[in-house]
């Protein structure tokens, strides 16, 4: 197979939802119809318990799961499958933002008796921001739920989507019988009794047949049929284009637990969803058909092992193809790096692979030169855009507590920073350290791996600050923006870059500033944009 061949097969995409709305589940079903596992309750769920949030025993044990489910792969009609795995942890949300930098299309997991919750609707808006096609699967329909035109007007008006439903459920709850494949032109019933055990089904090409008619009954069928024509008058049909514009969102139900929908939903998934897309560098933008490799660092993590003090780096092909032994170079340090064992990721499995294709991810083994949102390319000078730092919304003091340890620590702070866990600023007035994160749950998480792995203590003091803003001004020597530095001096810190970031104490300082400042620029992420 060629090289444009290679790129084509290739879907890459995320599962998101608010926690416990069916990721898991989904993600192991469609392994489980890919073929790419043999049965269910093989993918350990990677998500933390709401008993356990500070047990810091089950923070790792989610870490070791988190390797191995970071990057799922498998085949299906020609097609290699790489689902990108996302914590629903919201603790966690800036690991699923930068995720999501490196899909090509994701899925929604919805639940119909909850419809659509917080954690959805801020992952929805990233997706929405960056037009990432999106495919929505409304989940446990064999539970009593919403009806299901009121959830689409939901997820409509929550989400600012616009859907066109591919597929339309035959009751739902106790009366759930199955659904209308709008996609396929075909009716598709539960065959037994018992919602929870069946996996079989049977299809019907037409709504006529008297054998759909006895078995679910005249009425329930003219509601069918009423409904489907609803669904035709008030929704647009499917446009492919519109699809991967980012404009129209099409609509799957079904019940990832029952295996029901979800091959549906797969079969729709490899025929519409986008091969590789395009990504923007601050040079050009970059085409996967390009021959010269690219690819950027995603995600990195860090091995479980203390005496192995190796990482894991997780890149994205952009374009060209990544081979074994062939040098690369770091843009960011200007130098060129060969890698001898570049891990593929198959199923659960990882396995040393000599070539990869634009779409899949490698995973790199890195001694500490790499950092998240770092570009690899085959020598040109670029920078893939689009990896930002969030704007943390927690903040404390952080103290060496063991005088002895003091390298230790730095160090430990250091990677831990480059993987992405905080953000690191320094103080301007007194030199102090301040760690930001987007959950109160890192906090924890970085004392204790300091400790286990660097064998450094840290204590923390608390710091009131609202959130942290970078600033920039076209003027450096602009007299709002010296006087705002000046008047704002106690509130203002480096960025481990360099970078000057403004440490608001609240919101209504914040909005003072902009008021009061208006040459001054304020960006709530790193990228400064
Ligand atoms: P998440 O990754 O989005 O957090 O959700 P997960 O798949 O873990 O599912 C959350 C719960 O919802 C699980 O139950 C799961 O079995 C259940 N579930 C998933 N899909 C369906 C469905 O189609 N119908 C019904 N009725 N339930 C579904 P749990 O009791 O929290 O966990 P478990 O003990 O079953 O693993």
Redesign the pocket.
Known sequence: MGFIEELQRRRTFGII???????????EKLLLFGGAIQEAGAVK?N?IKKSATSDFMEIERQRGISVATSVLAFNYQGKKINILDTP?HKDFAEDTYRTLTAVDSVIV?IDVAKGVEEQTEKLVEVCRMRNIPMIVFI?????EGKDAFDLLDEVESKLNLSVTPLSFPIGMGYDFKGIYNIWESNAQLFSGEHKQTVADKEIYDTLDSPKLASRIGESALNQLKEELELVSGVYNPFDRKAYLAGEQQPVFF?????N?GVQELLDCFVTIAPNPLPKEADSRMVAPEEKDFSGFVFKIHANMDPKHRDRLAFVKIVSGTFERNKPYLHVRHGKKLKFSSPNAFFAEKKEIVDVSYPGDIVGLHDTGNFKIGDTLTQQEQLNFQGIPSFSPEHFRYINNADPMKAKQLNKGIDQLMDEGVAQLFTLHLNNRKVIGTVGALQFEVIQYRLLHEYGAQCSYENLNVHKACWVTCDDPEHSEFLDFKRVKQKFLANDKQGQLVFLADSAFSLQMSQQKYPAVQFYFTSELK
Do not use: E, I
Not at 17 to 27: E, F, I, R, V, W
Not at 139 to 143: A, E, G
Not at 254 to 258: D, F, I, P, Q, R
């Open positions: 939802s608010h926690p416990d709305a069916g990721k898991t589940t989904l993600t769920s998500k629903g997991v989940n446990k329909l064999d539970r079904g019940s990832a637990l029952n029901f």
